[in-house]
């Protein structure tokens, strides 16, 4: 009955074991001989029973120090084979796993389409500008015959800021005079932006919306109605990716005279929902600059002549892709956003 040779034999036949583990299931095995219910750490304590009481207390302490020891190095080993299991789970992911598509994100609509028309304009010579959302009221309706108490001002229900005077742009109409202060003609340019109407929304109207202003100025009475025809033609036989055919119709804006109205020819045989069943789509509104409109430019009518026309983005995009519902645009539904 030496429990102390007990003790080192037990210490070694452990350290040996150890020594020998390859897997988890082996380090299992040992813990269990070595700490089970009735395992040789538990028979080593039946010496308590049959040592004398100043004996107990030398053996307690060095079979606790054996016991913690025990526990400590198969905790540690335990520890070490979950961290190669976890490392070998993180490999298995990488290697064998198929690759999650991770949506990043892409550029909305409106943007790529902004894009694709200042191309097709560029072709023809039109140089695309930036121009402010904000704007005064001489900019947005004074300058462009459109004097206070005039009733054409319901036309362009208004945003008024706090600052007097101050307001965001009904329409992108409200650069072209003070575009045409710091430009000498000939001028072929485009303003693409936001406006903002204080109106009701429905179907085909937002109250924030993108209109695309195009100005053909030039002397000597080089610009013409036919020219601004073609341009309509060209643009339209571009983004829609078929002959455009394009109807001027007869209308009135204070800032042009004659003044249009822009149809463009349904791809339907016998009217549609998109064209109310009357053959022609409404898509802009165009005409010959209004002599009053360059006077204010400081440019001699008698000498410049032009086009000007505005066009609701939104509006050509629903056609383009057959987008029921304006509001889709501003809605962020991601649905909408990634199925165009
Ligand atoms: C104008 O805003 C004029 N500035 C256009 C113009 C420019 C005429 C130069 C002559 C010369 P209008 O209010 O019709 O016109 O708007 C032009 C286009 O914007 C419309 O044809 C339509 O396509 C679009 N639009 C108008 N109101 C809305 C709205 N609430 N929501 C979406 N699109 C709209």
Redesign the pocket.
């Known amino acids: 009955m030496n429990w102390e040779e007990d003790i080192k034999k037990t210490k070694i036949e452990f350290e040996e074991k150890l020594k020998k583990i390859k897997t988890k299931e082996e380090l299992d095995n040992v813990a269990l001989e070595f700490l089970k219910r009735k395992g040789k750490i538990a028979q080593l304590k039946n010496y308590f029973n049959l040592l004398k009481d100043e004996e107990k207390k030398i053996f307690g302490i060095k079979f606790n120090e054996l016991k913690n020891y025990i526990e400590k190095e198969i905790e540690r080993l335990n520890e070490s084979f979950k961290e190669t299991l976890d490392s070998k789970k993180f490999y298995n992911l990488i290697l064998s796993w198929p690759g999650k598509k991770q949506y990043i994100g892409s550029v909305h609509i409106l943007n790529r389409a902004k894009k694709e028309i200042i191309k097709i304009f560029n072709e023809i010579g039109f140089s695309a500008i930036d121009s402010p959302e904000i704007v005064n009221e001489y900019e947005n309706f004074d300058s462009l015959r459109i004097p206070k108490y005039h009733p054409a001002r319901d036309?362009?229900s208004t945003l008024w800021t706090t600052k007097k005077n101050i307001l965001l742009r009904?329409?992108?109409?409200a650069f072209?005079v003070p575009y045409l202060l710091k430009n000498l003609p000939p001028i072929r340019a485009i303003f693409i932006g936001k406006?903002y109407?204080y109106?009701a929304?429905d179907r085909?109207?937002?109250?924030q919306?993108n209109?695309i202003?195009g100005l053909y100025i030039d002397k000597e009475n080089k610009v013409t109605i036919s020219q601004l025809k073609w341009v309509f033609e060209y643009f339209f036989s571009r983004f829609f990716e078929r002959k455009a055919n394009v109807r001027l119709r007869p209308s009135y804006?204070p800032?042009?005279e004659p003044?249009f109205?822009v149809d463009l020819k349904c791809i339907c045989k016998r009217g549609c929902n998109i064209c109310s069943n009357t053959g022609f789509i409404?898509?802009?509104?165009?005409?010959r600059v209004h002599p009053y409109v360059l006077k204010q430019a400081k440019l001699d009518p008698r000498f410049y002549n032009g086009f000007?026309?505005?066009?609701?983005l939104?509006?050509?995009l629903m056609i383009k892709y057959n987008i029921p519902d304006?509001r889709y645009f501003l809605s962020g539904d991601l649905r909408f956003i990634k199925s165009i």
Do not use: K, N, P
């Not at 009904?170 to 109409?173: D, L, P, R």
């Not at 000007?308 to 609701?312: L, Q, V, Y």
């Open positions: 036309l362009w009904t329409h992108t109409s072209q406006v109407r109106e929304t085909r109207h937002e109250i919306f209109q202003e804006f800032f042009v003044g109205e409404e898509i802009a509104g165009a005409g000007a026309f505005g066009c609701g939104e509006r050509i304006i």
